[in-house]
């Protein structure tokens, strides 16, 4: 046994000899083959080196909160296609580097639904980067000024899905707005994007401090392959809250 656990751990196999006791005695008791013994040991260790590449797949992921598809309420949001999301499940759109882009007001979901969808991407083995858009500017920023952006870009160009959150809310500077640029031109074709805004497409000047001819550029780039999901309905944060007894119904209010 002791000889054993040398080689399991020269080896790497780190569950072998947590198990091996058990599945031996499990397969005297069963008398099965050498082979299926083998078998039985190979497919656990497998399966245990499987979950520790999702755990760090999901800690390099830096998701906010783990959401998923299932605790989605869809009846909550009619004007969601859930045909579509579940498409999206499939995570086709990861492997051909296409982008899906959520719009909607705070609250409708945009933010559960990314998550979700990187969360899939990493369970399926793919290297998913969460941040909100100012998070990403700030380092790339940072990197400027200490001449290390090239090394900071990489963490937003190599992961096979980058999730970019809260596009909108803040005004981007012309510095900003070139350091989003880069990320998205450095991704087309290249690597699937998910976003999420606020702000309808019409109004993404404003995101640029009104240079429309960069709002078209990335526009231009992130649509070309793209999945849009408009999102229009009321914030779950509030029904909960009216739920509660927090808030009362907008009808209520007179409106
Ligand atoms: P957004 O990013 O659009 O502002 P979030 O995705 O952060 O909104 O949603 C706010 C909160 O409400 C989160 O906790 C999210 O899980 C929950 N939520 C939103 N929509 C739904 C829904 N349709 N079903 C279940 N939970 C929802
Ligand atoms: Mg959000």
């Known amino acids: 046994m002791e000889r054993i656990a040398e080689y399991a751990e020269r080896l790497g196999l780190v569950r072998l000899p947590e198990i091996l006791g058990s599945i031996a005695e499990e397969a005297a008791r069963e008398d099965i083959s050498y082979t299926d013994f ?6 656990e260790e497998s399966q245990a080196a499987k ?28 004007s969601i296609d859930k045909k579509l999301i579940k498409e999206l499940a499939t995570l086709r759109f990861i492997h051909r580097g296409e982008n899906v882009v959520f719009l909607g007001p705070p609250g409708v979901g945009k933010t559960h639904l990314s998550v979700a969808l990187g969360l899939l991407a990493a369970e ?8 909100t858009i100012s998070e990403m500017i700030e380092r790339l920023k940072k990197g400027q000024a200490d001449g290390r ?4 870009m990489k963490v937003y160009i190599s992961p096979k899905v980058l999730i970019i959150d809260e596009v909108g809310y803040q005004t981007l ?12 031109c450095q991704r087309y074709e290249k690597g699937a994007v998910i976003l ?17 001819v ?9 649509l070309h392959h793209s999945t849009t999901i408009n999102i229009k309905g009321e914030s779950y944060r509030l029904k909960e809250k009216r739920r509660a007894g927090i808030l009362k119904k907008p009808n209520e209010r007179g409106e």
């Open 124 to 131: 399926g083995g793919n290297r998913a980067y969460f941040a």
């Open 51 to 78: 979950e520790r590449t999702t755990q760090a797949l999901m800690r390099f992921a830096r998701f906010p909160f783990i959401k998923t598809i299932d605790t989605f309420d869809f009846s909550f949001q009619p």
């Open 214 to 222: 960069i709002a078209a550029a990335i526009l231009d780039r992130l």
């Open 196 to 212: 999420t805004s606020n702000k309808t497409y019409g109004q993404w000047g404003e995101i640029f401090g009104g240079d429309s």
């Open 38 to 43: 083998l078998e039985r040991l190979l497919s």
């Open 149 to 152: 952006l090239k090394e900071r």
């Open 173 to 184: 500077d012309q510095e900003a707005s070139s350091l989003f640029f880069e990320v998205i």
